[in-house]
């Protein structure tokens, strides 16, 4: 794939990349912060393209950047403290950790199926590509896993240059760091990740006091083993069901095995790991009901997008 840059100048452009988008493309663009890798929100195999293009193990849960409040409340529940801190802070480096409202238009990959979602309304380029599509972005920062954030396009080609359709070149980013995490409590504020705005800000906007996560890195809920564990027991690397198991196939299943399983929840028929990456929530959750006792996986390959398949089916696998 050739990687286009498109410089982000006047309406035509930013038009050109909200399109982009709505069609399923990855775009990076910039922001105030740093660059971001954008997909559609609601694109369950635009989104799983992020995780394979950054070659990340884990489906991490991503930041969906929305423009202010209006559109923030479509994904999420908001309240007084989420206001105080939107009209502090937004459009700029914070993000706000919110249940997530049933129903919303977001990809379950997007909040890695937790019950709640990271929202961020940010400034520069994203911004207007954002009132022109009216649908949330999904955007982690336009890196290749483990590798530093981009704060220039020259900076995101470095290494996802043929990974991605386009970058938009905005300039330099303003600040260069990430936004700043954090999760309203009743009475407090919880600090998930420090980034551009600090805390003492943030106490002064929101008159309550800011308490640290323990730790530096965001232990989100969906790391958590038991997270994806259904009611059932899970076998994996399972060719073919037994008699009477909850089959979750990838690639053609023989019509005998099927007639064999309870039920058969196709992730991919194709072998495609974007599609069965990006259904692979559903079928967990599916799947999930205490009368299902016996579920088993059919083999997926462990690279590339198949390593955070990987990840995600031995969580649901482990013994609690
Ligand atoms: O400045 C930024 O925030 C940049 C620009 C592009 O907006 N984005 C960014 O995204 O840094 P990313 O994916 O690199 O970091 C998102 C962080 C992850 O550490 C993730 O664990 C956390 O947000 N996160 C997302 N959803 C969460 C949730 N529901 N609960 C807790 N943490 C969450
Ligand atoms: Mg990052």
Redesign the pocket.
């Known amino acids: 794939m050739e990687t286009r840059t498109i410089p982000l100048q006047g309406e035509a452009a930013e038009r050109d990349v909200a399109e982009r988008l709505a069609r399923g493309e990855l775009v990076a663009v910039p922001?105030e912060?740093?660059?971001?890798?954008a997909a559609d929100a609601a694109n369950g195999e635009a989104v799983a393209r992020i995780f394979e293009a950054k070659g990340r193990p884990r489906f991490?849960?991503?930041?969906a950047?929305v423009t202010g409040r209006p559109m923030a409340e479509r994904y999420a529940v908001t309240d007084a403290l989420a206001h105080r801190l939107m009209e502090a802070f937004w459009p700029g480096?914070l993000?706000i950790?919110l249940p997530l409202r049933p129903g919303a238009p977001l990809h379950p990959l997007v909040?890695?199926d937790?019950p709640?979602?990271?929202l961020?309304s940010?400034q520069g380029g994203?911004s207007r590509i954002l009132a022109y599509l009216d649908r949330a972005v999904a955007?982690?920062?336009?890196n290749r896993s483990g590798r530093v954030?981009p704060t220039s396009a020259a900076h995101v080609l470095r290494t996802l240059d043929g990974r991605i359709e386009a970058v938009a070149d905005g300039g330099a980013a303003a600040h260069g760091?990430?936004?700043t995490?954090v999760?309203p409590g009743g009475d407090h504020v919880v600090l998930?990740?420090p980034?551009?705005v600090t805390a003492a800000e943030i106490e002064a906007a929101s008159g309550l006091p800011v308490r640290r996560h323990d730790g530096h890195?965001?232990v989100?809920?969906?790391q958590m083993r038991s997270h994806y564990a259904p009611h059932g027991r899970v076998r994996l690397d399972a060719p073919e069901p037994l008699a009477g198991e909850h089959f979750v196939a990838f690639g053609r299943l023989p019509e005998a095995a099927a007639a064999r399983a309870a039920a058969v929840f196709q992730l991919s028929e194709t072998g495609d790991l974007r599609e069965a990456a990006s259904r692979l929530f559903d079928a967990l959750s599916t799947f999930d009901a205490p009368e299902i006792e016996r579920i088993a996986v059919a083999p997926i390959p462990r690279e590339g997008l198949g390593e955070a398949i990987n990840d995600r089916l031995s969580r649901a696998a482990a013994d609690r």
Do not use: D, M
């Open positions: 922001t912060t740093v660059y971001g890798l991490n849960p991503l930041i950047h480096p993000t950790v909040t890695a937790l709640t979602v990271a961020r940010p994203l955007a982690p920062s336009a954030s760091i990430e936004s995490i999760q998930l990740r980034g551009a890195t965001i989100a809920p969906g």
